[in-house]
């Protein structure tokens, strides 16, 4: 199983950016899928995360309105839409699959495999 992010870079404060998280290896149509951010000097963090039928998503408190995941299950992939971007909101992103089918429960011990990140920097 490979996770692969993409879709990082370098963009002004206000701007948007969209990364994208490809799973290989075995369909996860049936798993919740989301993502996670590290910035630098501090711990990973929940970002958000969907349900296998897209119907639930769950949101961090500071990216909520300004973020939106989607997924899309006949490409085994996940999409995390940011817009309005500030620069705290400069880390590594990493896409996530969890073991449930639903949520992520904000938390990383319901992750069953993680992507390598893609780097995402907002300048000011």
């Known amino acids: 199983v490979q996770l692969q992010a993409s879709g990082g870079g370098l963009v002004q404060a206000g701007g948007s950016l969209r990364v994208s998280c490809v799973a290989y290896?075995?369909?996860?149509?049936?798993?919740?899928m989301g993502w996670f951010r590290q910035a630098p000097g501090n711990e990973r963090e929940f970002v958000s995360s969907i349900s296998w039928t897209g119907g639930i998503t769950d949101y961090a408190e500071n990216v909520k309105g300004r973020f939106t995941i989607s997924r899309d299950n006949a490409k085994n992939t996940v999409y995390l839409q940011m817009d309005g971007l500030k620069p705290e909101d400069t880390a590594v992103y990493y896409c996530?699959?969890?073991?449930?089918?639903?949520?992520?429960?904000?938390?990383?011990?319901?992750?069953?495999?993680w992507g390598k990140g893609t780097l995402v920097t907002v300048s000011s």
């Open positions: 290896g075995r369909s996860f149509s049936r798993r919740v």
């Open positions: 996530a699959i969890g073991r449930s089918s639903t949520t992520l429960m904000g938390a990383e011990n319901g992750v069953d495999y």
